[in-house]
């Protein structure tokens, strides 16, 4: 009995589970390595722990930044650049999105060859300068200048982070983690509101530093600025560079995320590779998946505290202070649902449970006349929106065989998402005051058909592994052993 038997047999004996994967040893051959269950959980408990806690708290400053204009609208940037004529709010919402669709697979394309803390912590760094200088504009032209840049640099961070937690964690995996880091941030953005009004209320001498929505943008610039020096020692890297890792850690996080069982080096995609990667036709479902997800939650975002108080009747202090406690509800129903997704290993349901939250709450906003039910359906708008964000993220990504390809997918279907932001931030329009009734019909149709794709697809998808494991075609994705997770 060789050494290898002898350790195996050991530790079954001992009652753990060995798990097998097959490493590269040089040109001559491969070895077969194993570890227990134990270990394993182990290493999950010290990924998360240091994946996880830096990357929440930059996105939940890039969630702050990118929305706080809705708080300093309404708290008087509208009259003092004279936002309120025309279209022009409007204007200044959507051009963020031009930038943030066409650079982010750029971006993902970057981070591996840059590295993640020094790419990440440049560009966290450049969008805070940006929101700084949102705290000192003069007129509705500069500060959608300013809008324009924050997206351009906004553009990396959240394909980034699901890039980095895709090359970390296993298929069943990473719905949990995903809904995890993105309601972990969005419970601190959840309180932005309340935060941009304890700013507004800051005032400094009687020039513009007297306007208090300045205040909003300028501490959060900071906040955002600071943070992005922070990150360049705090931010995760990849698998293969964690020098955090011991030896045998570092080699068991990387052997277990590959699917044929062999573990092996990166290889870095071109350009003309990545283009290749995006040929594939089920990122049209991704990206229409995710076009709608993110439609509903700009949507809601951008223009619920003016409905609050336009449509609701609310003062400028209450909508602000109302607007947190719907976030607050979606972050634990959404962690909720995404638990459940990875433990039963089921997604589809789980995406059209939350869009059919989503249309309910939309409808009751809509059609019902006390002030106080119309805000509970926000309850339901905002879980249903906000959830399908990460959830349809996890489902993209659980389809996806390879790391290389799950970068490209991620930021390929963020990109389309940039489309959805920039539907979103228009189709609620000021001249439908105080229904929204356009608007919200678009987001209720956006979220039926949502449900509709859904089912369809996964449908697909369900077959495919049936046929798979029928023997009646060949590897999906090109890959043994792998199957699509619907």
């Not at 539907?423 to 919200?440: E, K, N, V």
Request: aromatic content about 14%; overall charge positive; charged content about 15%.
């Amino acid at each position: 009995m060789t050494n290898k038997d002898s350790e195996a047999q050991h530790i079954e004996e001992a009652g753990d589970k060995p798990h097998f994967a097959v490493s590269n040893e040089g040109e001559k051959g491969v070895s077969v390595q194993q570890w227990t269950e134990e270990e394993e959980k182990a290493l999950v408990r010290a990924i998360d722990w240091r994946v996880f806690p830096m990357l929440c708290i930059v996105f939940a400053l890039s969630l702050l930044d990118r929305t706080n204009i809705s708080a300093a609208y309404i708290a008087g940037l509208g009259e003092d650049i004279q936002l309120l004529q025309g279209s022009r709010y409007n204007i200044a919402l959507l051009v963020f999105f031009i930038g943030y669709g066409l650079f982010e697979i750029p971006s993902n394309l970057v981070i591996r060859r840059v590295g993640a803390r020094i790419w990440l912590s440049f560009l966290i760094t450049s969008w805070g300068a940006c929101v700084l200088g949102m705290g000192f504009v003069r007129s509705w032209t500069t500060l959608t200048v300013c809008r324009a840049l924050l997206g351009i640099f906004e553009a990396g961070l959240f394909p980034g982070a699901v890039f980095i937690i895709g090359s970390w964690y296993r298929q069943y995996e990473t719905a949990t983690r995903v809904s995890l880091f993105y309601m972990a941030a969005l419970t601190a953005s959840g309180f932005g509101p309340i935060l941009a009004y304890a700013f507004s209320l800051i005032r400094v001498g009687d020039g513009i530093y007297a306007q208090g929505w300045r205040w909003i943008f300028i501490i959060e610039g900071i906040a955002t600025i600071v943070a992005g020096i922070a990150a360049a020692f705090f931010l995760v890297q990849f698998p293969d560079k964690a020098s955090w890792l011991k030896p045998r850690q570092k080699e068991i996080a990387i052997a277990r995320l590959s699917i044929d069982k062999q573990s092996r080096e990166y290889k870095h995609p071109s350009l003309k590779e990545a283009f290749v990667m995006m040929r594939d036709w089920k990122l049209i479902v991704y990206s229409i998946q995710y076009f709608i997800a993110a439609s509903g939650v700009y949507s809601i975002a951008y223009f619920q505290p003016i409905i609050l108080r336009d449509g609701m009747g609310f003062s400028y202090a209450l909508s602000q202070i109302l607007s947190s406690p719907p976030y607050i509800f979606a972050i634990i129903m959404s962690l909720l649902m995404a638990w459940l997704s990875d433990k039963y290993k089921i997604r589809w349901l789980v995406l059209v449970i939350q869009a059919l939250f989503a249309v309910v709450g939309l409808l009751i906003t809509l059609y019902c006349r006390p002030p106080g039910v119309r805000y509970f359906g926000l309850f339901f708008a905002v879980f249903g929106t906000q959830a399908n964000v990460p959830s349809t993220l996890s489902y993209g990504q659980s389809q996806v065989a390879t790391v290389e390809k799950r970068g490209v997918i991620a930021a390929a279907m963020i990109s389309v998402g940039a489309a959805g932001g920039i539907t979103g931030s228009t189709i609620f329009r000021t001249q439908d005051a105080p229904t929204y009734l356009p608007g919200m019909w678009a987001t209720i149709a956006m979220q039926m058909l949502y449900i509709l794709v859904t089912l369809g697809f996964s449908f697909y998808l369900n077959r495919q592994n049936r046929l798979v494991e029928e023997g009646k075609r060949d590897a999906l994705e090109g890959v043994e052993g792998f199957r699509y997770a619907p």
